[in-house]
Structures are given as structure tokens and as C-alpha cells.
Nanobody, 119 residues
Framework: QVQLVESGGGLVQPGGSLRLSCAAS????????MGWYRQAPGKERELVAV???????NYAESVKGRFTISRDNARNTVYLQMNSLKPEDTAVYYC?????????????WGQGTQVTVAS
């Protein structure tokens, strides 16, 4: 069974930084797209950033210039470096993977990690 496990969330002051990590494990052949979504209380889940296996990226307008997504294909891991954090970035952040397994294509989500930006 393929799993995504996130780490790196927490409490940070406005203007601070956090780095999220998400590692995929299991019988993985390759991973097409990995990314991060977030969901704030009372709001729908929204895209934060995605990255393809070739390194192409796409960001939400609200995080452009502040967040950077990257991945280590050899380790099946995706990262999200978050700088200049704002209170409105507070949310549960979910890792996403579009994964080719030996049994076929699977879309997987991590369990979520809380990011709280507050003074």
C-alpha cells in the first residue's frame, strides 16, 4: 500500500518560515505529480503548489514569491519551503501524489499537518 507521510508543521510568528516534507513509500514505480494543498477552517481545500517529475511547478497566486516547492525523485519526497508566512496561511496542509504503482495509477493524500501563523 502506498502511503504519504508529512512532517514539518507547527506554530510560527508572522514573517517566519517553515519547511514541510512529504515522503511517499510503498511499491512505487514512479510519481508523476506531487504537491501541496491546504484547508483552512470553514473553507474548501485549495491548491498551494504542485511539481511534476520533470520539475515544472505551479503555484497559487497567494503564495507566489513566498513559497517554493521542490522534490527529490530518488527519495520520492516533496518539500514546501514557506517564507514570509502570514496569518492567512494558517491551515492544515495536505500532501498529494499522483503515483504509478506496479498495480496501476493511484492518487494518494497524506494525513495533513497543521500550520499556524500567529503572534
Amino acid at each position: 500500500q502506498v502511503q504519504l507521510v508529512e512532517s514539518g508543521g507547527g506554530l510560527v510568528q508572522p514573517g517566519g518560515s517553515l519547511r514541510l516534507s512529504c515522503a511517499a513509500s510503498g511499491k512505487i514505480f514512479s510519481i508523476n505529480v506531487m504537491g501541496w494543498y491546504r484547508q483552512a477552517p470553514g473553507k474548501e481545500r485549495e491548491l498551494v503548489a504542485v511539481i511534476t517529475s520533470g520539475g515544472s511547478t505551479n503555484y497559487a497566486e497567494s503564495v507566489k514569491g513566498r513559497f517554493t516547492i521542490s522534490r527529490d525523485n530518488a527519495r520520492n519526497t516533496v518539500y514546501l519551503q514557506m517564507n514570509s508566512l502570514k496569518p492567512e496561511d494558517t491551515a492544515v496542509y495536505y500532501c498529494y501524489g499522483g503515483i504509478n504503482t506496479y498495480g496501476g495509477f493511484q492518487q494518494r493524500w497524506g494525513q495533513g499537518t497543521q500550520v499556524t501563523v500567529a503572534s
